[in-house]
């Protein structure tokens, strides 16, 4: 899987997601990141739930307002769009993108 910045939402639905209306550009030490996926379910509900790996870019200095993860590299398929709640900003420093806990309350994607 792989994790897109974007610095405009709401990401054009006419947009492919290899090349998304909004991703930055590749400077200020950005670049996609891999993110690895593991799933879990529940016992009791049976409810599948999706654990994407927290996304890391130190030394960076960008400001992006949401993300796409996408299914791999070369995929077209959008598995999650993310929208930050407003432009975050960082100056020579880490941004992190940080999924929640797969369980059965906080899982980023749950099915039932």
């Given at each position: 899987y792989t994790l897109s910045l974007h610095d405009a939402l709401p990401i054009s639905t006419?947009?492919?997601?290899?090349s998304p209306v909004g991703e930055l550009a590749a400077t200020g030490n950005y670049a996609r990141k891999s993110i690895a996926l593991?799933?879990?379910k529940d016992a009791t509900t049976g409810t599948?739930?999706?654990d994407f790996a927290d996304a890391v870019?130190?030394?960076?200095?960008?400001?992006?307002s949401g993300a796409i993860v996408?299914?791999?590299?070369?995929?077209n398929y959008a598995v999650v769009v993310l929208d930050f709640g407003g432009p975050k900003?960082?100056?020579n420093g880490t941004f992190t993108v940080t999924f929640p806990n797969a369980d059965i309350n906080n899982a980023i994607v749950r099915l039932t």
């Open positions: 006419t947009s492919s997601v290899n593991t799933t879990s599948v739930m999706a870019w130190t030394s960076a200095t960008f400001t992006a996408i299914a791999g590299s070369g995929s900003t960082v100056s």
